[in-house]
């Protein structure tokens, strides 16, 4: 499973920006994707996750403001924020998870930098 991530960028604080997430390879037996997010200093945050089937989390920071989705192939995962804030600022990275027989193995995106300014 190969992921790419795109749509990062600078933008003003209360702004838009919309993350997207290819992926390619065997994703038949992916269940979850989701973005993570790491700021400079800070440890990596789960921001919104998406489950087969539909159903959606955030971290209590975005809830409100941020909107995960998926295209029905499961080939594009979407991060809409809305009302963005200086704090929101990071480097945001995609993931899929694939179970296996015991566990699961996860596959990531390469970052997509995201700045808010204030």
């Known amino acids: 499973v190969q992921l790419q991530a795109c749509g990062g960028g600078l933008v003003q604080a209360g702004g838009s920006l919309r993350l997207s997430c290819a992926a390619s390879g065997s994703i038949a037996g992916i269940n979850v994707m989701g973005w993570y997010r790491q700021a400079p200093g800070k440890q990596r945050e789960l921001v919104a996750t998406f489950v087969s089937g539909g159903s959606t989390r955030y971290t209590d920071s975005v809830k409100g403001r941020f909107t995960i989705s998926r295209d029905n192939a499961k080939k594009n995962l979407y991060l809409q924020m809305n009302s963005l804030k200086s704090e929101d600022t990071a480097a945001y990275y995609c993931?899929?998870?694939?179970?296996?027989?015991?566990?699961?193995?996860?596959?990531w995106g390469q970052g997509t930098l995201v700045t808010v300014s204030s």
């Open positions: 993931y899929a998870e694939q179970p296996t027989d015991w566990s699961a193995i996860t596959y």
